[in-house]
Structures are given as C-alpha cells and as structure tokens.
C-alpha cells in the first residue's frame, strides 16, 4: 500500500491545458474515485500517476518520493484499462503472467502461486487455459484485474473498467471491486464518467471540470453539501432542479413562490462548520440560484407537511421509473423534476400542489456558482418532516 501525492499538477497538450495545477492526497490504502464529464481531465490525470503521460509542472509523489520523472515500470503501479487490454492469442493464464519476469525478479514457482491466488480471488480459475474470444465482458475484465493483482502493485489505477459491461454485468462488477478492495486493502485510484459507478465505489470522490478539481469528499457529503452549483448538478440523477431567485429578508423570492431559509441560531458553531459559511451571506437583494433536489419536493402530505408554503406546478411530462415517478413541471418560469410515489394519479397538463423538504434547500451565488447555503445545517431534526410514505 502506499500514500499518492498531488502538487500543482499540470499538463498541457500545444494549446489545451488537461489538467489545470491540481493539488490532491490520496491516503494508504484508499479507493478514491475520480468522477466527471467526458474532456474534463480525469483519464489525463491517470495516465500521468501510470508514467504514461509528462507532467508539463508540478510534482506527483508515492509515499513521499518524487516519480515525475520516473518510468512507469519503475513505478510499481498495476493500471486496469476501459478496453481490457487482453492479447486474443494467448490464454487467460498468460495474459496474466505475460511480462512478469521481465518486470520484476518473478521465479516460475512464485508466478504460478500469484496466479493460484488470483485466480481464487477472482473466481476465475476455469478461464485460465481459455482465450479471450471465449470470455464474456465480464470475464475479460476479471481476467485483466487478474493481471494487476499477480504484480502485487503499491496501487490499482482503474481508467473506467466497466464502461464496456452492460447495466446488470457493471452492478455485479462493482459489488466485485468493493469486495476485491475490501479483500486486498491496495490503494486505488479509480476513473469513471458515471457518477453512481462514483458514489457507490469510493471512500472519497474528486468531481473535476476543465481540468481542475471542484470538491473532494465522502460520497454523502458530496451529495447533501455540494461546493458549487457544477457538483450540484452532476452529482444525483435526475439532476437538483436550479431555480433564479432573490434573496430578501431570509427568504428565497420567484414570481412564483416565496421560500423561508432556516437559519441557526447566531454564533452557532455546529451550524457554521457544517455549513461553511455565516450567516451574513443572505443579505438581502442577493441574486441567487435555488438548488432543490427533485426527491426533495413532493406533492404536499396533510399529516406531515402542514405548514409549508404550496407551490403550483404545473405537469407537462409524467415518466414512470417503477420505484416511483418523475413529474417534468413548470414552476412559473422555472422547469422542474418532482418525484412523487409510484401510482400517482395525476397526468400531463394538471397543475398540482407542490412542497418541500426545508431541510434540504441549496443556494448558489448566482455569477459564480459558489455554494453559500445548506438549510440542513440550520434545521434540527425536530423541525424536520416526516417523510411521507411511498405506495
């Protein structure tokens, strides 16, 4: 296992820069998953902790010695490919030991235990004497992690490993990772444009965009503290729904609502860390964006929310998704998903009664996109809502 380091990492390819002066720990034996848009920097960054690609600055470090400069084959790193990687030719065995004793002081007896515990490991011992033409997707890719583990790396670097798998084969895939991770305790830097690949395999998350990071975090917080509107918005499917208002007299004001923002109590400590910001950021005649989740609007429940404003939406689209069902409204001028229960009677071109989890509102400067309030930092659980229940 071993400790990564980040500082002021830059690459730049003749005009474009990749990946723009990023700073980033990843701790001993920590699965950190990179998430974000396709050109965002991410398999970039990657390939310049393999040794693929030159850092133009900066300065990458493994448990605290500088390999900026270093080899790849000198880096111990084991690097799992989007596309596999497996020669047709050769067997599953030898795809995996292919290039051990070049690389390292591999005798045939030690490579052929590597290869039994592999195997075991990966429950993939009767694919060993098959050729890839003879393997599922899923077994292809077992094989290729196969080929990572045998060389006992000081870290896993995983450039979207499941892309290629249908929807059933990458959630058993990553049930299979989580174990394996679980099971080998090796440092793994993970590369994905899915963000529920993001929040369900990492102990922490970097979301980046245009080459830089735009919040490091645990998966939960990512998604109930966003940094900014960017993380808002790409983490969580469907999307938070983003709504223009102003701020005035703590409440968040559209032409077709007016929203009470919880506050602390003044001086409130618990509030300020969780929150991040004071108070003084709802001054009033802020220009802002209201973030909303679409789970965290409802169609108003008289046994749980009485007393919150009512909004009239407008339903333009229903999408039954099984487990419940996706309203596309129109809020005024504002577009908006509401997710309501299942069987739901109410169809496109009703204006239904909308409300809210007033522990759950986002604001976002309006210019920046910088996130300066999280009303469940200020709302205690007494306040809260009992969610209503789901038919």
Not at 27 to 39: M, N, Q, Y
Not at 261 to 276: S, Y
Not at 326 to 352: F, K, M, W, Y
Request: one cysteine or more; glycine letters at 8%.
């Amino acid at each position: 296992m071993t400790t990564v380091t980040l500082r002021n990492l830059r690459k730049k390819f003749d005009d474009v820069v990749a990946v723009d002066g990023i700073d980033l720990d990843v701790e001993d034996g920590e699965f950190l998953v990179i998430v974000g848009p396709s050109g965002c920097g991410k398999s970039t960054t990657l390939r310049l902790l393999a040794g693929l690609e030159s850092a133009t600055d900066g300065r990458i470090e493994m448990d605290g010695r500088d390999v900026t400069a270093v080899e790849p084959k000198d880096r111990n790193v084991a690097m799992v490919f989007q596309n596999y990687a497996l020669y047709p030719h050769m067997t599953g065995r030898r795809n995996i030991t292919f290039g051990m004793k070049s690389s390292g002081d591999f005798g045939d007896e030690e490579i052929e235990r590597r290869v039994a515990e592999a195997a075991d490991t990966l429950d993939i011992a009767d694919l060993l004497d098959r050729k890839p033409e003879a393997m599922s997707g899923g077994e292809r890719q077992r094989v290729a992690l196969g080929r990572a583990i045998v060389r006992d790396p000081d870290a896993f670097l995983m450039d979207e490993p499941l892309s290629n798998l249908d929807a059933k084969l990458r959630i058993e895939m990553r049930a299979e990772l989580a174990r394996l991770h679980s099971t080998l305790g090796t440092t793994t830097v993970y590369v994905t444009h899915d963000q529920t690949e993001a929040m369900t395999l990492g102990e922490r998350v970097v979301v980046m965009n245009d080459g830089g990071i735009m919040q490091v975090d645990e998966p939960q917080r990512l998604y109930d503290f966003p940094a900014n509107r960017f993380v808002a918005e790409f983490i969580g499917d469907p999307a938070m729904n983003m709504i223009p208002v102003d701020v005035e007299d703590g409440r968040a004001v559209h032409d077709a609502f007016e929203i009470p923002l919880p506050l602390a109590d003044a001086g409130d400590p618990v509030a300020a860390d969780r929150n991040g910001v004071g108070e003084e950021s709802l001054d009033d005649g802020r220009r802002a964006v209201l973030g909303v989740r679409p789970e965290d609007f409802r169609l108003p429940d008289p046994r749980t929310d009485d007393g919150l404003p009512r909004i009239d939406a407008t339903v333009n689209v229903r999408e039954p998704l099984g487990d419940s069902l996706l309203l596309h409204c129109s809020i005024g001028d504002a577009s908006c998903n509401v997710q309501a229960a299942p069987r739901t009677d109410v169809g496109a071109g009703e204006t239904v009664s909308v409300t809210y989890d007033p522990a759950r509102l986002h604001l976002f400067d309006a210019e920046t996109g910088e996130a300066f309030y999280h009303s469940e930092a200020h709302v205690s659980e007494a306040e809260r809502p009992v969610p209503a229940s789901v038919e």
